[in-house]
Structure formats: structure tokens, C-alpha cells
């Protein structure tokens, strides 16, 4: 019994170091020493272009996101823009059609009623004519260089999907530090696996691209549509990589409440894409499968292995007095959450804290998502997340 609790201990310990520390060591230690990779370049005439952007409530930042794309140094007679609102009921819709007067190549369309992004996006594919599909949010700002970097890695044959660089922009309060260095960080990893093996664990979902006969149309009730998209890809045998030249801008959202509800959504959506897709990840021994279960497949388990090893130090303690130790670790960190959050109703903060807190927050997330799932998801009609709209690509510093 003992030897049981043990393994229970331990093991939660050893899968999370193994994803979120040994995991991204190994990527790295792999990449530098993969040869240098050919030079992107353009085969023949510029592919045509659909830039896709589903819209709900967005009259704070769809202007300037719809001018950023324009803004683009790439032919725009092999560019369109298709925009549909999700039945918006402020000024999102008027902007857009009077910027359609603007740009010819702008096409609006609205949905009557609310029917969320996945039904939106599918209805935009229907409409596109372009050679490749770019799928972005209405928040996330280009520079005018994202999109020919998008476009330049579907040069080779076997590229079905390219990933952006997502760069987080804005003040650094509230957990919006948290958030940046966690994008960053996760567009580094995802960029090292298609790298190295021609496959990434879903991409941002900010802005990317893939080739329009390969998209596969989403279900209505699925809440995370680029990883079912990427997964779609990757069953017919394409690659996917990231472009780090690609780079868009999203503003981090400062509050934590909004933060959260986010999470849950994704991690909801999440579990989803594992029912769906668990036939190409049960196999550990296979790229796909060791990538996918220390990239996401061991962090989606996080919350439950948290707590099986929290449960497991508190039948150990009485036995054993190095686990007395262990249990106090336990306690320190969540007085250090509960001290945390003293300091933000004051407006201070400690950094090493909010990653605490981040940390914690993110994997409660992913336990509520998780419960959320297994409960049965029957739409995903979304509120996007308020963010401040000043500050585009320019406003790095």
C-alpha cells in the first residue's frame, strides 16, 4: 500500500516536470542540431489569398484589424477578405460595410442569428476562392509582412498548414506578463516539433494558414476549432510548422476573470479534440503520440495530477516525516496564492507570485473544462475577451 502512494506521489511530479521543463529542453536540444533548412522562397506567381475573420461585438479593433491585412506587402489582386458577423449589436457591421466601399475585394457577411465561430468559419470557407485559407481573429493585428511569411512555406508540397508568431502586446498588469511569456513560449515549442518532426499540437489559433482543399469543416458544438483544423490536416497527410517571420500582435487581457472564463472554454474544447482524435495520440511510441502527451496530453491531465498528488502527500505525512516537508511546500504556495491575490486588491504585485498564480489558475481551468466536457457541450456561441485596442505592431516597446 505504501508502494502504491508512493507511485502516486511521484508520478504526477515527474509527468509535469517531464512536460513543462524536460519536454521543451529536449525540443531545444534536437533543433540545434537539425542542418540548416533550405531558404523559403516564392514558386512561381503569389498563391491566391482568403483571409477569413469571424467578428462578434468587435467595433473596438475590426478597423484597424481589416486595415492591417490591406496594409500588407503582398499583391492585392491575389487577396480577398471575407468578414462575417455573428449577428454583432453594436457598430461592428457598419464599419465593415463602409470599409467594404473602400476595398473592393472586402466581402461582408452577416449571421442572422448567433451560431459561434466554428459555424462562421465553415460558411466563409464555403465562400472563399483563394488557393490558401488564413484564419484569424478580429483582435490579432498583422504587420505588413505576416501574411507573404505565411504564405512563402507552402512553396514545399508537403505543407498543408502554417502557424503564425504570436506576439502579446500591451501594459504588463494584472497577468498579462503571465500571458505573454506563456505565448512566446508555446509558439517556441510549437515552431521546435514542426521543426524537427513536420507537426505542431495545434496552432495559436490567432491567425494561421492552410491550404483550402484540405479544410475540413468543423462541428458545431466543438469549442476549439485550430486544433480539430491542424489534426484534420495532419490525418491527410500534410505537414504543419510555424512561420516565427509571421508575427501578428494580440492585446493580453489584464483581468483575470475574463483570463479565466477564456481557459475554461479552450480546456472544455480540448477535451473534445482528445475524444475525437485520441485514435492518433494512444500510440506513446510514435512521434505524434510521445509530441502530443508531453506537449498537451500530460498539462490537459494537470489539474487531476495536482491533485492526486496533493492527496497522496496527505496519507503520506503520517508515515513518512520527509513527506511533513513536502505537505508544507503545499501549504506555502497556496498561502502564496492567497497572498497574491491581498496584493492585486491594492494594486501591487510580485512577480514570481502571479506565476504562482498563473500556474494554479491555468490548471483549475483546465479542471473546470475538463468537468464541463464530460458534462456535454452542446453549443459554442463565445463572448470574445475585452482587450484594450491601442498599441498595434508598431507599439512594441
Known sequence: MTLLLHILFWLP??????????????????????????PEGPAGEAPRVSVLIPAYNEEAVIEEKIRSVYASDYPLSRLEVLVMSDASTDA????????AEEYSSLKFFRSPQRTGKPG????????????????????????PHTLKALTLPFADASVGLVDSCLIGKGEEEGIALQEKKYTLREVRIRHREGAIWGFI???????????????????????????????????????????????????VTVRFPEAFRRKVRIAAGNFQNLARFFHMFRNITTPLGFCFWSHKGIRWLGPWLLLLNLVSNLLLFPLFPFYLFTFAGHLFLFLM??????????????????????????????????????KGIRTNVWEPTKRNPQGGPEKRG
Open 13 to 38: 511530479v515527474g509527468l509535469l516536470f517531464h512536460s513543462y521543463v524536460l519536454f521543451p529542453l529536449w525540443l531545444e536540444y534536437r533543433y540545434r542540431r537539425l542542418p540548416p533548412p533550405p
Open 201 to 251: 499540437m495545434g496552432p495559436s489559433g490567432a491567425c494561421y494558414a492552410l491550404r483550402k482543399e484540405l479544410y475540413t469543416p468543423v462541428p458545431d458544438n466543438f469549442l476549439v476549432d485550430d486544433f480539430f483544423i491542424t489534426m484534420k490536416v495532419l490525418e491527410q497527410g500534410y505537414h504543419a510548422k510555424v512561420s516565427l517571420d509571421a508575427e501578428v500582435y494580440e492585446d
Open 120 to 143: 462562421l468559419l465553415n460558411r466563409l470557407a464555403r465562400e472563399a476562392n483563394g488557393d490558401l485559407l488564413v484564419l484569424t481573429d478580429a483582435n490579432v493585428l498583422w504587420t
Open 92 to 99: 461592428t457591421d457598419h464599419i465593415i460595410q463602409r470599409l
Open 337 to 374: 496564492i492567497a497572498f497574491d491575490n491581498i496584493l492585486s486588491l491594492f494594486g501591487k504585485q510580485i512577480v514570481i507570485l502571479r506565476f504562482i498564480t498563473h500556474f494554479y489558475s491555468m490548471n483549475l481551468a483546465l479542471g473546470v473544462g475538463s468537468v464541463k466536457a464530460l
